[in-house]
């Protein structure tokens, strides 16, 4: 067997488990759906609105109650039978693209309408990724294997995200924004099918002797007591309020520094997508215990690195280039960050834990959007996008800090070689 064809098996190596492959087929296609829903809310509220700002409070009206009601979606999965709280989510998630694929169809909306059920999403959210994220965890068998679950499923997330939108574009133009929402909705049907055909283990229900507030109480002392988790979620948060939210600059790009139309736009963001994918792929293809702690550290600065090489590039094909680079830095963010904490966590302590990530991701992003708009309008859109870059570097070298402290730590930790030689003797 060649060494390619054993890195193709590692790359590949949670697919043994017959529950993953179900959910990892199932949710390949509803994000897909996903994207392409995102992609049809963008086009109908700019087509109602003309306005960019409304396109900011679309996208906030979307995340910020994942981050509201995250702390609360963290405890019921942690309470209650996760499989059957994410069969839930799904199924209300359903029903809420059915609800906004009727009324585009019906062709009588309002802008409040679409917004409105964009909150209604972001509260089924709230509690579909603490149970989605936590879930993983039990479809995988052999547990050497979660980081590599963990890596497939970004990878399964950027390439719905250069698939979704492309398809997205053409259903628009050629059968309407109508039938684009109810193919997001008809894509629920595959995950749902695909969580009634799991084998999970009988769930064992257990005794909370706290209420919900005892418990989020715990979820926070927890992670206090615990820093190696608690320096990864500061570390996201700051990621998700000062660098993530580069993307939000990107129509400007489009538009003003290429003179070009919403397809530059779609390119732009397709090769962030390709850059992310392949950093998926990338992760999902490292051997067991690979010092992922070092790899975010490096992918950091590789983020920021090619954020500072974008932002003030004027040549289209460099700019791809560079975007594709900083897309690929980008991705460990949020994966390593994921594994991480799924690695590391006690069972117990898994949705709650999984609920402060959510927080971190969802909450601080859409604030790190008005903050950047904010900062954009006072010292200029690529200047805005060279400092994202340079906060990227930054926290990298904060994280670089953070290694080498942790590294003194344990070598002041281990016992001498002599005091070995005695024991031995």
Known sequence: MTKNSIKGIRTFSAFKSRNYRLYFTGQSVSLIGTWMQKTAVSWVIYTLTHSTFMLGLTLFASLFPSFLFSLIGGVVSDRYNRYKVLLITQIASLIQALLLAVLILLKHYAVWEIISLSVVLGIINAFDV????????????????????????????????????????????SLGDGICFLLNALSFVAVIASLLMMKLPEYIKKEHTKNVFGELKEGMAYIKRTPSIAFVLIMLALISLMVLPFSTLIPYYAKDVFKGTASTFGIIDSFIGLGAFSGAIFLASLKPGANLKQILFINTLVFGAGLILFSHEHSYPLALAFVTIAGFGMMSQITVSNTLIQTTVAPEMRGRVISYYAMAFFGMQPLGGLLVGAVSKWVGTQDTLLGEGIAALLLGLLHWRYLHKEKLKNQNEMPPIEEHHLEAV
């Open 130 to 173: 603490p149970a989605r994220q936590s879930l993983v965890y039990e479809m995988v068998e052999d547990k050497s294997d979660l980081p590599n679950a963990l890596a497939l499923n970004s990878s399964m997330v950027n390439l719905s995200r250069i698939i979704g939108p492309a398809i997205a574009g053409i259903v628009l133009e």
